[in-house]
């Protein structure tokens, strides 16, 4: 995973509440087994027409929000499915960092696990922040998430709350399995012979349908 | 650990019960009894964890199923799209290499994950259970900690069969009283959805609870929990009772014999204490709940059938009148508009949210002796390859196909519009199925959230309609 330092760039408002994350990535692009390719689909639903023709009122189509680093929005930014999909489009079309009032707990979670950065604000600040962005080129913002600041282009200052634990994952972009693996296997191991974990059935049992691994199974 | 005197909650006493490690930045590794898998949210996983050479860590407390992109169509036939054929190929390549115990596309019990996790006993109380799909909160109707999580995190299931986590808020929704004839658990749930916002549980797991919610069977209590999401909490659950023993006893995978006595005994304590301290508390009269449908983008566009569409003037805050303007034009209402009334193009009967035998006999009760409006087109897509053998068994499939629906096999279907099955634009479903957001269901496609009941009146209708005058004049009718 990328680290996540510090951000100058070109901010996008999509100032909608409940940006989904069928929005963000429509279903029909999930067939992938890959993270990567996602971007050009990023939105696609608003970004295109029915015939695949760019639609020049959408913020991510205008000249100036084309290399767009940070996306702002409203509340509950990320609400919906699960799909990892939604910041691995956001992060292949070039965004780092996304701001909202609120955020869905899934997206949240899922945007530190790929090196972007969920900032929450009040939604005052998001507004001011949305009229920044709507100078486009003229009105680049700067993310440092070392001081957690948010830079504005008339050299305001913003402080955002971030959890130490996260922060610290980002700003060395560690893999969260080695850690896990390097820290804690010991502290596995014991719960997993803990005695009142006995009850717990396998889900390999010979005899049980499930035992055909790639076969036939029984005819439906 | 907290003081086994304090009251506790049944969350509080499931995450207590799996804390490996609390660690001092107040995260928490834990234990996870049961992961789910499918072919859309784990090859990237797989991916990695091949990569870093890494094994499962514990295959057998896993299963994996197909279900978000498979055709429903003909399964004597090769998958057609070359793309989905590939996502399943590839699920069906590392359940091999892995050693994960799998339902492969032609077995009876293949369907979706969250049918067929609760249908094998491989979901049980007590436990926590976690697949890469946020309704995997469905399960918490068994009374255990289910939620939803990303490509990510299934990784980190797979390799360390634990997550980090940082603990939820405590919410009770309490349902009390008797709900009408007519009115079900989807009506419960999306009346609650309605009521809270589709942000109103964010940060907490949600209790469901009351005597409206202990009525319930087995199936009422999963559409409650799938639907938690909708609602924005992290999990939804229902406390074990004899409803639940009683579904879970005899499944191929839950414990057996005097095994499942101590059980049993162990889920019998988690039930919420006298005195325990939810941080937030709604409370819902049952009897004032109507069969209820959505009107807008986001499931907390609710309604009731007899209800109308709201007014964008009649919003003060100018951000929620346009939001109303946006989702009218979006959906193809009038301001002020009953929702009654109001034609369907498509009516789906499906997904995690409603695909089970009672929900396909709570269809088939409105269907029977009836017919499909013209024009409309009406499919029923069950939630395994159980289920619909089970409702074949009962004749409910002759119902449907003599009414004019389309009888499928198992799968998520025009739930999220992965597979062919999709609205096209300007289309309206009445669906049963619990998004209902912008081209969920295909691109401009125009989605109404209901029960059943009220897609099965709505196909026989052509329209949205109240589906207790149909209930009504089929008891008429049998009285006579």
Known sequence: ?220 | MQNPVTPRTLYDKIWDDHVVKALEDGTSLLYIDRHLLHEVTSPQAFESLRAAGRPVRRPDATMAVADHNVPTSDRSQPVEDPQSRLQIETLEANVKEFGVPYFPLRSRQQGIVHVVGPEQGVSLPGMTIVCGDSHTSTHGAFGSLAFGIGTSEVEHVLATQTLLQKRSKNMRVRVEGEIAPGVTAKDIMLSIIGRIGTAGGTGHVIEFAGSAIRRLDMAGRMTLCNMSIEAGARAGMVAPDETTFEYVRGRPFAPQGEAFEQAVAYWKTLATDEGAHFDEEVVLDAAEISPSVTWGTSPEDVLPITGTVPRPEDFADPARAERIRRTLAYMGLEAGQKIAGTPVDVVFIGSCTNSRIEDLRAAAAVLKGRKVADGVRAMVVPGSGLVRHAAEQEGLDRIFRDAGFEWREAGCSMCLGMNPDRLSAGQRSASTSNRNFEGRQGPDGRTHLCSPTMAAAAAVTGTLCDARDLLESTMAEGAA
């Open chain 1, 1 to 220: 995973m990328e680290k996540f330092t510090r951000l100058t760039s070109v901010a996008a408002a999509l100032p909608q509440e409940n940006v989904d994350t069928d929005q963000i990535i429509p279903a029909r692009f999930l067939k992938t087994i890959r993270r990567t390719g996602l971007g050009e689909h990023l939105f696609a639903g608003q970004r295109y027409d029915a015939d695949g023709r760019e639609n020049p009122d959408f913020v991510l189509n205008k000249p100036a929000y084309r290399k767009a680093g940070i996306l702002i929005t409203l509340d509950n930014l990320g609400c919906g499915s699960s799909r990892e999909h939604a910041p691995w489009a956001l992060l292949d079309f070039g965004i780092r960092c996304v701001i909202a009032p609120s955020f869905a707990d899934i997206f949240y979670n899922n945007c530190f696990k790929n090196g972007i950065l969920p900032i929450r604000l009040p939604r005052e600040q998001c507004l001011a922040l949305m009229e920044d962005a709507s100078h486009g080129e003229n009105a680049r913002l700067t993310v440092d998430l070392e001081k957690q600041e948010i830079h504005r282009p008339d050299g305001e200052v913003m402080s955002f709350e971030m959890d130490p634990f996260r922060r610290q994952v980002l700003l060395e972009g560690l893999d969260d399995v080695a850690q896990t693996l390097k820290n804690h296997e010991q502290a596995i191991r014991e719960f997993e012979a803990r005695p009142s974990r006995a009850w717990v059935p396998s889900t390999k049992q010979p005899g049980r349908p499930q035992s055909v691994i790639g076969g036939k199974g029984e005819q439906a």
